[in-house]
């Protein structure tokens, strides 16, 4: 059975700050609703004649490809949640990291997500 992407944002949902820092938390969040958008666009884009590149572009080959179906919008938000996830993964100072970021990448990877299923019921 595949994997449920959308087990990623049931995780951001859970109270964790007994077992680790808020800092991690709002990462693993932002992290985690980021994959859980890609997933679902990515498996939407390969049902719709998307070829996964095989060079290390791929999450812009994916963003791209959005954009140039003319799904402008879904396409901004998914390049705003990716630039969220870049910071919360790599960046050791993460300004602007706090509560209402968490939230946000939730936000953006719930309205991606659904408009995908929107799309394809």
């Not at 070829?51 to 959005?66: E, M, R």
């Not at 402008?72 to 938000?77: C, T």
């Not at 993964?89 to 408009?115: K, P, R």
Request: proline share 2%; aromatic share 12%.
């Amino acid at each position: 059975m595949a994997f449920d992407w959308n087990e990623y944002l049931n995780i951001c949902k859970t109270p964790l700050t007994a077992y680790i820092s808020e800092e991690s938390i709002q990462r693993i969040i932002i992290s985690r609703s980021y994959y859980a958008a890609y997933h679902a666009c990515l498996k939407y884009a390969e049902n719709n004649n998307y070829t996964k590149t095989k060079n290390s572009g791929v999450h812009k080959s994916l963003i791209k490809f959005y954009r140039d179906i003319k799904w402008n919008k879904l396409s901004i938000k998914l390049n705003r949640i990716k630039t969220l996830r870049v910071s919360a993964d790599y960046e050791a100072i993460f300004d602007g990291l706090c509560s209402s970021t968490a939230i946000e990448a939730i936000e953006i990877a719930e309205w991606i997500i659904h408009e995908i299923r929107s799309k394809n019921p």
